[in-house]
Structure formats: C-alpha cells, structure tokens
C-alpha cells in the first residue's frame, strides 16, 4: 500500500533531508509533492538519486486526497496550513514548535513513545519535538526505565544549521572574513559566531531563560515522564551540522556505570562509543549525515546520589528533525495503516 506525501518547506535544510530519508528508507511512496512559498515555487528538488520533483505553491495547493504531510516551514506558517491539511483528511507531521504543547497533539520520538502515536485521530496532527530535546530523550530513556531518572543538567552545543541556512551562511562569512580582517557584522546572531560561543538561542523569558531552554523541560515532561526536573543551558557553536550535549542525571535508584552502558548499546537508534582513550568519544563534525544517537564518556558522578554523566551527539538535521519525522509517519502506517480513514 503506498501513499501521497506531501513535503512542505521542501527547498529548506529539512525539507531537503526529509526528501533524501523517504527515499533512502524506501517509504512507500506513490506520489510526493513538494511545497514551499511562492517564490520558491517552480525549482526542482530531488527525491532519491533519480527523481526530480518541481516545486509547488503552498498557498494554493489543494491538499484533498493527500494522506501524509510532512511539514517543516515555521511555526506560523504550520499554524495556518497544517490544521488545511488535517481538513482536508491528511495525517500532518510538523517539526516546528507550533503544535507541540497542545494536550490533545501527541509529541512523539519513536525510540521513546511509540504509543503516543496513537492519538493522533482528534487533530490528525503529530509533533515532531525540537532537536535538542529528540537526542537527549533517545539517550535517556533506557537510563530511565533502568533507575528512574529525578533531574537533568544538560549543557547543549548546538550547530548552526539549527537555525536554518542563513545562520550556516553567517558562520561561513565570518570565518571567512575574520582571515582578512573584515568587521564582525553579527545578523542572524546577536553576536559574533565564529571562532565563538552563544548562550543564547530562540528569545528570553521571564524568568531567565531562554525558550530553547524552556522546551527542552516542558518537552521532556510531555513525552518521557510529568516528573522529571529539567535545568538546560543552551548554547550556540562554530559548527555547521551535529549538536552535543553534556548531560548529567540524578536517579531515583543506585545506577552503575556498566549497567547504564549495557542499557544504552541495547537501545534502539542508540552508538555508545565510549573509550578512556584519544578519539574514544564522538564530536558533532563526526556524526554529521548519521541516523543515530552516539553517546560517549558515560562516568559515575560522586557529587551526588545515584548521579551519572553523558556526552550525546547527533545529526540535528537528520535525527533531530527530518529521520524522527519519517520513523512517526513509519510507526503511524505501522500501527495505522488505513490513517484513520
């Protein structure tokens, strides 16, 4: 049985990769439209190594007959046309954050909360969560099913593309210009990128935070568990493609190290790769264009009682946004093949 799929916001760095992942995977598609704003309309895309697909208006597009739309183009755009094409009798996925705190919008990674899929028919829209939090909770949840998990400090170094091709654009000029002496002209970013660090991504809230930060907590709440503490400070890096985190957990119960490692090489979509040597660890320039969460320097932590400390890295253009979205529409035809119809 296959299926038309609808990409919307098709010629951005999600798009693109959720384009490549349907066709690597072998999603059974029949037909695939590409969707982006009118001024994109009429470029091609490729889909697979052989299809080219031209572009179509978003505006105007009548999405009647389409069963699955997979949509990354930003939170107003999603607000308007995800619930047209729920209308319209699609099952939407959306990776922006519009939909995701929304009680009756399940919020779903695979690995972590497969059954949350299933309420998808009231709105006929799931939530893909935000890239920091998707690969944190990856890691975490055998680590929570093992000892269950009281609080988390996690310290993100985030890549630029999570801010879209403009922000990889910046980081690649400065750098570039910073070799001939030319001024720092920060646009997409409040500050200079290259060469540097940001503790500051999305806008501030009231009480410090930023909201980056603030959906790491909320997010983990909804999909994992309503009790778990969350503290995260995120931050952006000089680097195109491939988040870290540095994440430290308290538990309910005594967790050793050993067991937290076995736990975690028997996880689904999870590498551990963890030496006590030079390169026995994983950065984010090494996991670009990979599916998985690799988590590496897993360690007790003797500050605390029952604590444990892990690096986690992924690709936040694959993982963390467009390869989490085709495993839900997977699951969703797993599970649902007829889509509620």
Not at 140 to 159: E, G, M
Request: proline share 6%; net charge negative.
């Amino acid at each position: 049985m296959g299926y038309k799929v609808a990409v919307v916001g098709a010629t951005g760095n999600v798009g693109r990769e959720m384009l490549a992942i349907l066709a690597e995977r072998e999603f059974p598609v029949d037909e695939l439209v590409a969707l982006a704003s009118e001024r994109s309309a009429g470029r091609e895309v490729s889909f697979g190594e052989e299809d080219v697909v031209k572009v179509q208006n978003l505006e105007t597009f009548d999405f009647s007959g389409t069963d699955l739309v997979l949509s990354s183009p930003g939170a107003s755009v999603s607000a308007r046309h995800g619930p047209r094409a729920a209308a319209a009798g699609a099952v939407v996925i959306d990776n922006t954050s519009y939909f995701r705190m929304e009680p009756d919008v399940p919020l779903v990674v695979p690995e972590v909360n497969p059954e949350a899929i299933d309420r998808f028919a009231k709105r006929r829209i799931i939530a893909n969560p935000n890239c920091s939090t998707i690969q944190m909770l990856v890691a975490l949840k055998p680590l929570h099913d093992l000892a269950t998990i009281r609080r988390v400090v996690v310290a993100t170094y985030q890549s630029t593309s999570g801010a879209g091709k403009e922000a990889m654009d910046e980081l690649f000029n400065q750098t570039r210009g910073i070799y001939v002496n030319e001024p720092v002209q920060p646009a997409k970013f409040t500050k200079q990128i290259a060469f540097n660090c940001i503790p500051h991504i999305d806008k501030f809230m009231d009480d410090g935070s930023t909201k980056e930060e603030w959906k790491m907590a909320v997010e983990t709440r909804k999909i994992l568990d309503p009790d778990i503490r969350v503290a995260a400070t995120c931050v952006r890096i000089p680097c195109f493609v491939g988040h870290a985190e540095a994440v430290n957990l308290e538990f309910a119960r005594p967790i050793d190290e050993e067991a937290a490692r076995a736990a975690l090489r028997k996880a689904p979509g999870v590498t551990v790769i963890d030496y006590r040597a030079d390169e026995g660890y994983v950065t984010p320039a090494e996991c670009a264009g990979e599916d998985p969460v690799y988590v590496s320097r897993i360690r007790n932590d003797p500050t605390v009682d029952h604590g444990l400390n892990l690096w986690v890295v992924a690709d936040n253009l694959r993982k963390g946004a467009a390869l989490n979205a085709v495993q839900i529409a997977e699951t969703l035809i797993a599970r649902h093949p007829a889509l509620g119809r």
